[in-house]
């Protein structure tokens, strides 16, 4: 059935920076139309899903593709959906459903570090953001204050005003490791956007420990409070509709954009400005499928730049016993980290990285491996339990560098709707194992003070992924080398704007989501400026989250 | 923590034991399983196929209490999976019997003989402890807060995605 | 007001006022003042003003929440020292007289909505101190909220004079000499500022709670504010009096019960601030008041169940796609189990309660089961008490399954909870009929009148026609 939808705003994908970003523009007055590929979600039936799971260690696993918008899997195997040209493999994991891939995260919400926005300036690496720390600085706290971060002082970005909570709870596990390992490394809070206390109508934290793939409570902030806090702002969104094309018209202004429902029956829709919040991959992707005779490369491509400088942050691990019983597995699941090594001299020799804890129950990682190891019998029990209580990790978060030839390209082969699917292309830069063999004796120390024993090293030459897919329309003052200018505004199309992870130009060391919010913000707040008195609303705004 | 309140297995040691499955068992369980088994002969056995595959799990996670519905529901499963389990089993059984191997040892013996049973001692034992049947596309979790890895534990943690507490309550030394 | 009094009693009242203004003043000056004003503002605690008299959101005390009643929606007025808005220009006389008497400053009468049947207890120095607090404690606020209308005929304010005639005991309380001073304390309190008869106990049919039921059991809207009489099974006979301080101070009683919607609030915003004589001396008389037995009750409300769960129907099985279609056991385990656990015996502190042993399952009267399902429970303070509620996510055929569930495992198996109900306590209750009910009461007296008018006239003319 096609009715002509339109709106003032367009926006593509419903995640937690599309739907933020819309949100702010319906609370302007604008009339604002989200278009999500996948379905809606419930909490209660992911819960049971997962218990339900036999691959418990696998997050996306509650989370089954729908036919008509797939995301990738690996396991049982890999769906073959994300195509893998190499040389290394970049095994991104995403959602795409109604709320976007926060409905599986660590809540880990950081702010850069001021240095971070001028690598190239400082150290001669990588490139510079088109804007300073202090311009994000009330995007910032806007986006904590509406998330509902809470967060410990002093972790490298400065801030004017005080989190909107204290820290959460600091496990047991993770005291002993902060107290042990100063006054070498201090372990802090991790900022988070988890519930301390009850913020805006949801729980604080129960210790659920499943964080990763779902909070069963809803005590962190994910895509699908975002969208119920859209759509209560007047926002309209339609779930199942795979966008597959964007029109634009002979001056180069997007007109509208056409989306298949689930029986590939397609739809045009118009509006006047258009967002696209489609994930660092879906939206090169997007772009790229959009190409026409004036466009041959894809929209927003004038630059040659879409799709390219794809980054993460890779990780390498120590996992060893502790001398002591930590058991992991109470609380949540990423409550601190060092954070010490993100920024110094050295980035001009080697990338900088953040040192995290685990606190996942490692009683699953511990019964494969005895299970692995054929040990039966009475022992068993023995082994679960000595292990699981002093098994810990610790892991790198790497900063990668900007390479014009890691990058998402459009793939021969199409999914089930007869849309290509997405190629990456990805390898890791010296720089970035320079950092990785200088974190080896950070490891090798931790274990040390931790009086660890069975040291395992995670192999040479492999690095986790960590889903934080940045750089693939990265924003810059030069049409000629980036996608957006610094509001987010592609350079070639007035009308269009991309709010995501993929306009960061680089991707530092912390966890991208609170950023790439604090920019959707930013590009909201330029798309429809305050007409009337400016932190009036604004400020109701923050407080009702606050007080609810 | 609360213990299962479903029969157990153990509890019907007291029950008599009719002659024809002290008989079943017997041909199944030699002195040497039968020392790893205590109670095996108080089993009850409505067929040789499930004693056999209590006493063999009762071997690979230890003298537990096996709990019958749990028991049952995994064998059930495992036949679904694959249609020569309960053969397997009597064989891997048999195979203990004879060899008198100790269960730590068992997984080194069966690799080292490149034994077709090699697979079996980690079947059943995923089916124990993580609760899951199958590999791969096949694969079904069965059991997950009663799986022997949640149960070993249940004292300091509670299985992934239940509460451990109110707020702060994970901030106190595990006892 | 029409007329000469018209006139001068805004006169009288400004002349009033400007004395006490100017006496008030003169207080002011007066260091047992402030004392006054801060035990009116604990014994205001006591008596929760702020919980009817503050609209979500609103400033304390400046009133606008409506309280939904059988007749229509009562507003709470402003109670802040504001002249044009609020009370203001209250004498101490006046303020006596709302507060105990039920009678307004303009001397129209006050729906038993604000219980001045309870408050008629407090003492002349506790009005003094009350007084005192809201003149010169409380921020005034200049906005008038919107005005109560009823339905004829409850919107008859005299008629109130009729009802406290039959239903108001306007004497203040006198200690009994043959009790302990805890257990005058705790009377004071309980038949007073604390007015837990007004939800706790049944009314009769014109809505005057009934004397010799004392605390056996009122409804509250879609809650039901359960018997707190010492009756072993359907009451509070068998907690003892650390459990019932625990339970109104923080809200629960462990391993009994837990406080939920308007309870919730009266903890919240009043009880959690009593002192601990004040909380031992209700515990104290509580323990001593009729209890009063309910034949449906075979054993205590906080005795049934035990833990136990349906995994086995669970574990490899998938969910159907029709969520309606979804078993109580299914339910249980999407939307329950995280907190109270797979066996319902939650957390290992006890801070996320079993739900069994538990009021919450064991009433034969179900409405609180539903209601805290779609509710929740949400404290304001930072106690941290908060069960999200399901509303927005259970339709009513799947509340009513999963409390089936509930009830099955873990309360009292003769419980019922129907989809109607749900349906009904979702939308904010049954209708009430008690309108219509009094119009045809008033219908019928009034024709009953006329018929009697009407036959003694004919009697009368047929009398002189008889005679003529």
Same mark, same amino acid.
């Given at each position: 059935?096609?009715?002509?939808?339109?709106?003032?705003?367009?926006?593509?994908?419903?995640?937690?920076?599309?739907?933020?970003?819309?949100?702010?523009?319906?609370?302007?007055?604008?009339?604002?139309?989200?278009?999500?590929?996948?379905?809606?979600?419930?909490? &209660?039936?992911?819960?049971?899903?997962?218990?339900?799971?036999?691959?418990?260690?696998?997050?996306?696993?509650?989370?089954?593709?729908?036919?008509?918008?797939?995301?990738?899997?690996?396991?049982?195997?890999?769906?073959?959906?994300?195509?893998?040209?190499?040389?290394?493999?970049?095994?991104?994991?995403?959602?795409?459903?109604?709320? &976007?891939?926060?409905?599986?995260?660590?809540?880990?919400?950081?702010?850069?570090?001021?240095?971070?926005?001028?690598?190239?300036?400082?150290?001669?690496?990588?490139?510079?953001?088109?804007?300073?720390?202090?311009?994000?600085?009330?995007?910032?706290?806007?986006?904590?204050?509406?998330?509902?971060?809470?967060?410990?002082?002093?972790?490298?970005?400065?801030?004017?005003?005080?989190?909107?909570?204290?820290?959460?709870?600091?496990?047991?596990?993770?005291?002993?490791?902060?107290?042990?390992?100063?006054?070498?490394?201090?372990?802090?809070?991790?900022?988070?956007?988890?519930?301390?206390?009850?913020?805006?109508?949801?729980?604080?934290?129960?210790?659920?420990?499943?964080?990763?793939?779902?909070?069963?409570?809803?005590?962190?902030?994910?895509?699908?409070?975002?969208?119920?806090?859209?759509?209560?702002?007047?926002?309209?969104?339609?779930?199942?509709?795979?966008?597959?094309?964007?029109?634009?018209?002979?001056? &180069?202004?997007?007109?509208?954009?056409?989306?298949?429902?689930?029986?590939?029956?397609?739809?045009?829709?118009?509006?006047?400005?258009?967002?696209?919040?489609?994930?660092?991959?879906?939206?090169?992707?997007?772009?790229?499928?959009?190409?026409?005779?004036?466009?041959?490369?894809?929209?927003?491509?004038?630059?040659?730049?879409?799709?390219?400088?794809?980054?993460?942050?890779?990780?390498?691990?120590?996992?060893?016993?502790?001398?002591?019983?930590?058991?992991?597995?109470?609380?949540?699941?990423?409550?601190?980290?060092?954070?010490?090594?993100?920024?110094?001299?050295?980035?001009?020799?080697?990338?900088?990285?953040?040192?995290?804890?685990?606190?996942?129950?490692?009683?699953?990682?511990?019964?494969?491996?005895?299970?692995?190891?054929?040990?039966?019998?009475?022992?068993?029990?023995?082994?679960?339990?000595?292990?699981?209580?002093?098994?810990?990790?610790?892991?790198?978060?790497?900063?990668?560098?900007?390479?014009?030839?890691?990058?998402?390209?459009?793939?021969?082969?199409?999914?089930?709707?007869?849309?290509?699917?997405?190629?990456?292309?990805?390898?890791?830069?010296?720089?970035?194992?320079?950092?990785?063999?200088?974190?080896?004796?950070?490891?090798?120390?931790?274990?040390?003070?931790? &009086?660890?024993?069975?040291?395992?090293?995670?192999?040479?030459?492999?690095?986790?992924?960590?889903?934080?897919?940045?750089?693939?329309?990265?924003?810059?003052?030069?049409?000629?080398?980036?996608?957006?200018?610094?509001?987010?505004?592609?350079?070639?199309?007035?009308?269009?704007?991309?709010?995501?992870?993929?306009?960061?130009?680089?991707?530092?060391?912390?966890?991208?989501?609170?950023?790439?919010?604090?920019?959707?913000?930013?590009?909201?707040?330029?798309?429809?400026?305050?007409?009337?008195?400016?932190?009036?609303?604004?400020?109701?705004?923050?407080?009702?989250?606050?007080?609810? | 923590?609360?213990?299962?309140?479903?029969?157990?297995?153990?509890?019907?040691?007291?029950?008599?034991?009719?002659?024809?499955?002290?008989?079943?068992?017997?041909?199944?369980?030699?002195?040497?399983?039968?020392?790893?088994?205590?109670?095996?002969?108080?089993?009850?056995?409505?067929?040789?196929?499930?004693?056999?595959?209590?006493?063999?799990?009762?071997?690979?996670?230890?003298?537990?209490?096996?709990?019958?519905?749990?028991?049952?529901?995994?064998?059930?499963?495992?036949?679904?999976?694959?249609?020569?389990?309960?053969?397997?089993?009597?064989?891997?059984?048999?195979?203990?019997?004879?060899?008198?191997?100790?269960?730590?040892?068992?997984?080194?013996?069966?690799?080292?003989?490149?034994?077709?049973?090699?697979?079996?001692?980690?079947?059943?034992?995923?089916?124990?402890?993580?609760?899951?049947?199958?590999?791969?596309?096949?694969?079904?979790?069965?059991?997950?807060?009663?799986?022997?890895?949640?149960?070993?534990?249940?004292?300091?943690?509670?299985?992934?995605?239940?509460?451990?507490?109110?707020?702060?309550?994970?901030?106190?030394?595990?006892? | 007001?029409?007329?000469?009094?018209?006139?001068?009693?805004?006169?009288?009242?400004?002349?009033?006022?400007?004395?006490?203004?100017?006496?008030?003043?003169?207080?002011?000056?007066?260091?047992?003042?402030?004392?006054?004003?801060?035990?009116?503002?604990?014994?205001?605690?006591?008596?929760?003003?702020?919980?009817?008299?503050?609209?979500?959101?609103?400033?304390?005390?400046?009133?606008?929440?409506?309280?939904?009643?059988?007749?229509?929606?009562?507003?709470?007025?402003?109670?802040?020292?504001?002249?044009?808005?609020?009370?203001?220009?209250?004498?101490?006389?006046?303020?006596?007289?709302?507060?105990?008497?039920?009678?307004?400053?303009?001397?129209?009468?006050?729906?038993?909505?604000?219980?001045?049947?309870?408050?008629?207890?407090?003492?002349?120095?506790?009005?003094?101190?009350?007084?005192?607090?809201?003149?010169?404690?409380?921020?005034?606020?200049?906005?008038?909220?919107?005005?109560?209308?009823?339905?004829?005929?409850?919107?008859?304010?005299?008629?109130?004079?009729?009802?406290?005639?039959?239903?108001?005991?306007?004497?203040?309380?006198?200690?009994?000499?043959?009790?302990?001073?805890?257990?005058?304390?705790?009377?004071?309190?309980?038949?007073?500022?604390?007015?837990?008869?007004?939800?706790?106990?049944?009314?009769?049919?014109?809505?005057?709670?009934?004397?010799?039921?004392?605390?056996?059991?009122?409804?509250?809207?879609?809650?039901?504010?359960?018997?707190?009489?010492?009756?072993?099974?359907?009451?509070?006979?068998?907690?003892?009096?650390?459990?019932?301080?625990?339970?109104?101070?923080?809200?629960?009683?462990?391993?009994?019960?837990?406080?939920?919607?308007?309870?919730?609030?009266?903890?919240?915003?009043?009880?959690?601030?009593?002192?601990?004589?004040?909380?031992?001396?209700?515990?104290?008389?509580?323990?001593?008041?009729?209890?009063?037995?309910?034949?449906?009750?075979?054993?205590?409300?906080?005795?049934?169940?035990?833990?136990?769960?349906?995994?086995?129907?669970?574990?490899?099985?998938?969910?159907?796609?029709?969520?309606?279609?979804?078993?109580?056991?299914?339910?249980?385990?999407?939307?329950?189990?995280?907190?109270?656990?797979?066996?319902?015996?939650?957390?290992?502190?006890?801070?996320?309660?079993?739900?069994?042993?538990?009021?919450?399952?064991?009433?034969?009267?179900?409405?609180?089961?539903?209601?805290?399902?779609?509710?929740?429970?949400?404290?304001?303070?930072?106690?941290?008490?908060?069960?999200?509620?399901?509303?927005?996510?259970?339709?009513?055929?799947?509340?009513?399954?999963?409390?089936?569930?509930?009830?099955?495992?873990?309360?009292?198996?003769?419980?019922?909870?129907?989809?109607?109900?749900?349906?009904?306590?979702?939308?904010?209750?049954?209708?009430?009929?008690?309108?219509?009910?009094?119009?045809?009461?008033?219908?019928?007296?009034?024709?009953?009148?006329?018929?009697?008018?009407?036959?003694?006239?004919?009697?009368?003319?047929?009398?002189?026609?008889?005679?003529?």
């Amino acid at each position: 059935m096609s009715g002509q939808l339109s709106a003032d705003i367009v926006v593509i994908g419903s995640g937690i920076v599309g739907s933020l970003a819309a949100r702010r523009l319906a609370l302007r007055g604008a009339s604002v139309l989200i278009l999500e590929a996948g379905p809606r979600l419930d909490r &209660g039936r992911v819960v049971a899903a997962f218990r339900n799971s036999p691959f418990k260690g696998s997050w996306m696993a509650p989370y089954p593709p729908s036919p008509w918008a797939p995301h990738p899997i690996y396991v049982p195997r890999d769906n073959g959906y994300l195509k893998q040209a190499g040389p290394y493999p970049y095994p991104a994991e995403y959602i795409r459903a109604v709320g &976007g891939t926060t409905w599986h995260w660590a809540a880990q919400a950081w702010r850069l570090v001021p240095n971070d926005v001028r690598i190239k300036s400082l150290y001669g690496v990588g490139v510079d953001w088109p804007l300073s720390y202090e311009e994000l600085d009330p995007w910032y706290q806007e986006a904590e204050e509406l998330i509902g971060v809470a967060g410990a002082d002093d972790t490298g970005s400065p801030r004017k005003q005080p989190f909107p909570m204290e820290p959460v709870a600091e496990p047991w596990s993770m005291r002993r490791f902060r107290e042990r390992l100063a006054p070498a490394y201090p372990v802090v809070a991790n900022t988070v956007a988890r519930n301390s206390r009850s913020y805006g109508g949801r729980p604080a934290c129960v210790g659920n420990n499943s964080c990763q793939p779902i909070c069963p409570v809803n005590a962190q902030y994910t895509g699908e409070t975002a969208v119920a806090a859209a759509e209560a702002s007047g926002v309209r969104l339609v779930p199942n509709a795979v966008v597959y094309r964007i029109e634009h018209d002979a001056k &180069g202004r997007i007109a509208a954009v056409h989306y298949f429902d689930p029986d590939k029956g397609s739809h045009r829709v118009t509006g006047k400005t258009f967002i696209l919040a489609a994930n660092g991959i879906e939206s090169p992707k997007l772009l790229l499928l959009s190409a026409s005779d004036k466009y041959p490369n894809g929209l927003a491509n004038s630059s040659g730049m879409v799709g390219r400088n794809l980054m993460d942050h890779p990780s390498t691990s120590l996992t060893f016993y502790a001398d002591e019983e930590l058991w992991l597995g109470r609380g949540p699941q990423s409550p601190s980290s060092i954070n010490t090594l993100r920024d110094g001299a050295f980035r001009s020799r080697h990338a900088p990285y953040r040192l995290d804890f685990t606190n996942i129950s490692q009683v699953l990682n511990v019964t494969n491996d005895l299970i692995k190891e054929g040990v039966y019998g009475a022992e068993f029990e023995k082994q679960l339990r000595w292990r699981a209580a002093r098994q810990v990790n610790v892991k790198n978060v790497l900063e990668v560098l900007p390479d014009p030839d890691n990058r998402i390209t459009l793939s021969s082969e199409k999914d089930a709707m007869g849309i290509p699917k997405p190629e990456a292309h990805y390898s890791i830069g010296e720089y970035t194992r320079r950092g990785a063999d200088v974190s080896r004796a950070d490891f090798a120390r931790i274990a040390e003070l931790m &009086g660890g024993t069975g040291l395992r090293y995670s192999a040479d030459g492999q690095f986790a992924n960590n889903q934080h897919i940045t750089g693939t329309m990265s924003m810059g003052n030069a049409p000629s080398s980036s996608v957006v200018d610094a509001f987010g505004r592609t350079h070639d199309h007035e009308n269009l704007f991309i709010c995501s992870t993929g306009v960061m130009p680089t991707a530092a060391t912390m966890n991208s989501t609170l950023t790439a919010i604090a920019l959707a913000l930013r590009t909201a707040g330029h798309i429809l400026p305050q007409q009337t008195t400016t932190q009036t609303d604004l400020a109701d705004d923050r407080r009702e989250a606050r007080l609810s | 923590m609360a213990m299962n309140e479903h029969e157990d297995v153990v509890a019907n040691r007291d029950a008599p034991v009719d002659a024809s499955r002290r008989r079943i068992l017997a041909g199944l369980l030699t002195a040497y399983t039968a020392s790893l088994v205590p109670w095996a002969l108080a089993l009850p056995a409505p067929q040789a196929d499930r004693g056999a595959f209590t006493a063999l799990s009762a071997i690979l996670v230890g003298q537990q209490v096996l709990d019958a519905a749990q028991t049952a529901r995994l064998y059930d499963a495992l036949v679904a999976d694959d249609a020569r389990f309960p053969a397997d089993v009597q064989a891997l059984l048999a195979f203990v019997n004879q060899r008198q191997v100790d269960p730590l040892q068992l997984q080194n013996v069966l690799d080292a003989e490149h034994s077709p049973l090699a697979s079996l001692p980690r079947k059943i034992a995923t089916a124990w402890y993580l609760g899951v049947v199958g590999s791969g596309e096949t694969a079904r979790c069965v059991a997950y807060e009663t799986a022997l890895d949640a149960v070993a534990v249940a004292d300091v943690l509670k299985p992934p995605t239940y509460a451990y507490g109110s707020y702060g309550s994970w901030a106190n030394k595990p006892v | 007001m029409k007329g000469a009094a018209g006139r001068l009693i805004p006169l009288f009242a400004l002349v009033c006022a400007l004395a006490c203004t100017c006496a008030s003043t003169a207080m002011a000056t007066d260091g047992s003042n402030a004392e006054r004003v801060q035990r009116g503002k604990y014994l205001a605690t006591a008596g929760d003003c702020v919980a009817c008299h503050t609209a979500p959101g609103g400033k304390p005390f400046a009133g606008g929440l409506p309280l939904p009643t059988p007749i229509g929606d009562i507003i709470a007025t402003n109670i802040t020292p504001s002249k044009t808005a609020g009370i203001g220009n209250y004498t101490e006389r006046q303020f006596s007289d709302a507060l105990r008497r039920g009678i307004r400053a303009d001397g129209r009468h006050l729906y038993p909505a604000m219980p001045y049947t309870a408050y008629a207890q407090i003492t002349d120095a506790d009005m003094q101190a009350l007084y005192a607090y809201f003149m010169h404690g409380v921020a005034p606020v200049d906005s008038k909220p919107a005005p109560t209308r009823l339905p004829f005929p409850f919107n008859l304010r005299w008629s109130m004079a009729a009802w406290n005639m039959l239903f108001l005991d306007s004497k203040p309380f006198t200690p009994d000499p043959g009790k302990s001073a805890a257990w005058n304390r705790g009377a004071y309190l309980v038949r007073g500022l604390a007015h837990c008869s007004t939800c706790h106990t049944p009314r009769n049919l014109l809505m005057a709670e009934q004397p010799s039921r004392e605390l056996a059991g009122g409804d509250v809207g879609t809650w039901h504010a359960p018997n707190i009489t010492p009756d072993a099974d359907s009451g509070i006979g068998n907690w003892s009096e650390a459990e019932l301080v625990a339970y109104i101070k923080l809200g629960h009683a462990t391993g009994r019960a837990q406080a939920a919607g308007p309870m919730a609030e009266a903890v919240d915003n009043s009880l959690q601030y009593l002192t601990a004589a004040d909380l031992q001396a209700i515990a104290t008389y509580l323990k001593t008041i009729p209890a009063q037995h309910d034949p449906a009750d075979t054993r205590a409300v906080d005795d049934w169940g035990s833990a136990s769960d349906e995994l086995d129907s669970l574990r490899g099985v998938a969910l159907p796609v029709d969520p309606d279609k979804m078993t109580g056991a299914q339910l249980y385990d999407a939307y329950c189990a995280s907190c109270h656990q797979a066996r319902g015996q939650g957390s290992f502190d006890g801070g996320l309660p079993p739900l069994f042993h538990n009021t919450a399952t064991g009433r034969t009267n179900t409405n609180n089961l539903v209601m805290v399902i779609l509710d929740g429970i949400r404290w304001t303070d930072r106690s941290g008490v908060h069960m999200p509620g399901f509303a927005n996510h259970l339709d009513d055929r799947q509340i009513a399954t999963l409390a089936a569930y509930l009830i099955r495992h873990y309360g009292n198996p003769a419980a019922k909870v129907s989809v109607e109900q749900v349906r009904q306590l979702r939308a904010g209750g049954a209708p009430s009929h008690l309108v219509a009910l009094v119009r045809w009461a008033m219908a019928i007296v009034l024709l009953v009148i006329l018929a009697i008018v009407i036959l003694s006239v004919r009697r009368m003319r047929r009398r002189s026609s008889g005679q003529a």
